[in-house]
């Protein structure tokens, strides 16, 4: 199956911003759909993920999946967040992958790939073994979009 | 190829268990890859397999390859994501996604000579499948 026929669109060097994906609550994944008529080139993901008392070793991911929920790419942190940490994280092409910082105060940067997100697809930032105490906030898009 | 082309997402088939991904260019395209994912499931046999992504001709002759550089033990399930840019780690927790990266120049294209993309393991066991898989691409047509 092949989807996207907005290729006229990327002619030219596209509108770059900042949206603000609606504020999760806790226990929820932060979501962001590209809307009918747009394309995106996500250029940096960023937020904090403030992790409740349960044990687990969360690592956040930023993945781009289908509205049916296929994944088409997906950027796995390899840095373990522990019960209390909170992680000021950042998702961007081309950034040196690392985590710093001193628990429960962390930084995590992740790398994802230099491509395009077509329209009606949804980007998701979660964490592998998120628990439902575990929120995530203050999270920014950097895009560059074009419109039909 | 004077025009800007399009940026497609392709979600092929996946392939009889036992066998590689391979995809083919469409006739009259040309490709230039962004993204590939796709999940891998091994069988029983105990060598540990090494995964390919790569660019081949017709006749099967590989001209472009990316292998990643952790192995997948026997009886797992792992999810692989190579991207021009992209991340180069592995992650530790939950079902485990092995990355790596593209390079800029990741060409595909059939005017006649039926390109293909190939996803495939070495080691190739019996009861190894490959399961959902996407690709981006840009393409421009003749």
């Known amino acids: 199956m092949a989807s996207g026929t907005f290729g006229y669109l990327t002619r030219d060097a596209g509108q770059i911003d900042l949206v603000t994906p609606t504020d999760p609550a806790a226990g929820v994944d932060v979501t962001q759909t590209i809307p009918a008529t747009e394309i995106w080139k996500v250029l940096v993901v960023a937020g904090t993920l403030t992790n409740g008392a349960a044990a687990a070793n969360r690592q956040l991911f930023c993945q781009l999946e289908t509205g049916a929920g296929t994944v088409i790419w997906r950027a796995v942190s390899t840095s373990n967040q522990v019960a209390n940490d909170v992680a000021v994280f950042t998702f961007a092409i081309y950034l040196a992958t690392a985590q710093i910082g001193t628990p429960p105060n962390i930084s995590t940067n992740v790398n994802i790939p230099d491509t395009l997100c077509l329209p009606t697809t949804v980007l998701r930032v979660s964490a592998v073994n998120r628990q439902a105490a575990d929120d995530f906030s203050n999270v920014t898009i950097t895009r560059a979009r074009w419109t039909a | ?142």
């Open chain 2, 1 to 142: 190829m004077r025009e800007a082309g399009e940026t497609v997402n392709l979600f092929p088939t996946p392939p009889a268990v036992g066998a590689p991904q391979i995809v083919s260019v469409t006739d009259g395209e040309l490709w230039n890859l962004s993204t590939v994912y796709f999940v891998v499931n091994t069988d029983v046999a105990a060598a540990p397999r090494v995964c390919h992504v790569e660019f081949m001709t017709a006749a099967g002759l590989v001209y472009w390859r990316v292998v990643f550089n952790t192995t997948q033990a026997n009886t797992t399930t792992r999810h692989y994501c190579v991207g021009r840019r992209g991340n180069l780690q592995v992650s530790t927790q939950g079902t485990v996604t092995i990355q790596s990266r593209l390079p800029d120049a990741a060409w595909l294209f059939n005017f006649g000579n039926a390109e293909q993309l190939r996803v495939n393991l070495v080691p190739f066991g019996a009861g190894d499948s490959i399961g959902a898989a996407a690709l981006t691409y840009h393409r421009w047509r003749e």
